[in-house]
């Protein structure tokens, strides 16, 4: 599933723009909760039910006031943030009812060789010959690359560090910062990227939606911790939150 993710939600950006599918990666909450609610590990009530239509209809009005929409490129991304939403729901069920700990480190340690080999072996089929096609010879950027590794590698240490050093609540609030950081300088950088009005509105409903959800789990959390008190629950909100992490490629 994280190879899905990784595969689907790059793909993306051959057809939409970087701020686009940033507002549409809003709606992974929808996503994570109607899949956990089928898998058993969510309940459905009417307060989640009200957050899960405020951030879709944020996010359906944001594509609304998208100006070059590509339908193809929604259509990878939506692909992207379900197999991201499967990837959870299977973390979860490991933690929660195998009881396996992982951090977030271990966890890329154990799940990034399994995924290079899921990559590598569509890559033959699907896109080796068309790197081939022409001259022969790839055109392949290894310092960029290399520094779009040492990026991902940086992104997922440092969550694991704020985790540790701070608190849940940090990384939630930091994460809805960051995503606005996203769309508004990918808009500054991007010339093909136009900002309208009701993306930007569509986008803060989603937002709000987003930060209502993140204060509920957050409640939620905090009542479950204090009813058990178990060893390990660091571990377990650890890869929960390293999830909008690995989604940032």
Not at 30 to 48: H, I
Not at 116 to 124: G, K
């Amino acid at each position: 599933m994280f190879a899905m993710t990784l595969w689907l939600g790059n793909t993306a950006y051959l057809y939409i723009s970087v701020s686009f599918a940033q507002m549409l990666k809003a709606i992974m909450p929808v996503a994570v909760f109607v899949l956990g609610v089928a898998a058993g590990l969510e309940m459905m009530s009417c307060r989640m039910l009200l957050i899960m239509s405020i951030i879709s209809f944020g996010v359906l009005v944001a594509s609304y006031g998208e100006l070059n929409i590509n339908w193809i490129g929604v259509v990878y991304q939506m692909g992207g943030v379900v197999g991201e939403a499967l990837r959870l729901i299977f973390m979860e069920i490991l933690v929660k009812r195998k009881g396996i700990k992982l951090n977030p480190i271990s966890l890329m340690y154990y799940v990034s060789p399994c995924s290079a080999v899921c990559l590598f072996l569509p890559w033959i089929f699907l896109e080796k010959s068309k790197m081939e096609e022409g001259s022969g010879t790839w055109d392949f950027h290894f310092l960029v690359l290399t520094l779009n590794s040492l990026c991902t590698f940086a992104l997922n240490l440092s969550v694991f560090l704020v985790i540790s050093h701070t608190s849940a609540l940090t990384i939630r609030v930091a994460g809805v910062v960051k995503d606005w950081v996203v769309v508004l300088v990918s808009a500054l950088l991007f010339a093909d990227t136009k900002l309208t009005v009701i993306n930007l509105f569509g986008y803060a409903i989603a937002i709000a939606g987003v930060a209502a959800y993140n204060n509920h789990k957050l409640k939620k959390e905090a009542s479950s911790r204090v009813i058990s008190e178990t060893p390990g629950d660091d571990d377990s909100e650890s890869i929960a939150l390293v999830s909008q992490a690995n989604t940032e490629r």
